[in-house]
Nanobody, 124 residues
């Protein structure tokens, strides 16, 4: 089993940048496809980005493509989400997740491990 802990959230203004981190413990993060999901008030948890085990391939939701970048440092057991040009609609709790699937995972049901989330609030 692996434990995931997110950090880096906060309150920022429209257009700002923010970098989220997800550190894993208990097992190497390199064993998993890693993803970021987000959940805004009153909405379902939605896929934002994912990255392959070695970091060679990434996938993004259309809503964040071109603004968000997911990366990983397996030596540090950490996954990152760098967010640029933040908008009020990006306001949500952001969750880090790990998947044991062997192919790209973009759905909530495909992830096996979840962090507790970190709040990102973008004011207008």
């Amino acid at each position: 089993q692996v434990q995931l802990v997110e950090s880096g959230g906060g309150l920022v203004q429209t257009g700002a940048s923010l970098r989220l981190s997800c550190v894993a413990s208990g097992r190497a993060v390199s064993n998993y496809i890693m993803g970021w999901f987000r959940q805004a008030p009153g909405k379902e948890r939605e896929f934002a980005a994912s990255i392959s085990r070695g970091g060679s391939n990434t996938w993004y939701a259309d809503s964040v493509k071109g603004r968000f970048t997911i990366s990983r440092d397996n030596a540090k057991n950490t996954v990152y989400l760098h967010m640029n040009s933040l908008k009020p609609e990006d306001t949500a709790v952001y969750y880090c997740a790990g998947s044991q699937r062997r192919t790209v995972a973009k759905y909530r049901s495909e992830y096996d491990y979840w962090g507790q989330g970190t709040q990102v609030t973008v004011s207008s």
